[in-house]
């Protein structure tokens, strides 16, 4: 008896219970907006890459400027002014064999990521800049 009562109370509380209809599909994500989680994986990993023009290496450099030369100094050579304040210094980029967006994205070189920071044109910017310097 004890435990037709105790289901009773139980189905009592599923009355009027309905399962959710699914719902549309979920709007994309407003123009701007930095990719998370597996979707920026996935981004970060995307061959090949815009078309590389002058307009490309200038925004390249822009950026290059503004996020990787604290560490990886204005040459790429490792010497930016946190290591100068004894940050660990990165690998000179232009010896190292992979320079690609996933390479930003996770920042290979033992810093934090750029995925969140960076969107995915500005990692393919950064990464043909990068391609381009000289050794």
Partial sequence: MRRAAVLALLLAGCDGWQASAPGPPP????????AQGEAARRLALAPPGPAVTPALLAHGADRYAIFCTPC????????????ARGFPAPPALPAVAERSMAAIAENRAR???FADRLSPEDRWAIARFVERMAP
Wanted: proline letters at 26%; zero cysteines.
């Fill in 27 to 34: 709007a994309p994500p407003p123009p701007g907006a930095v």
């Fill in 72 to 83: 990886h100094g204005a040459s790429g050579a490792g010497d930016g002014p946190v290591v």
């Fill in 111 to 113: 810093a934090h990521p």
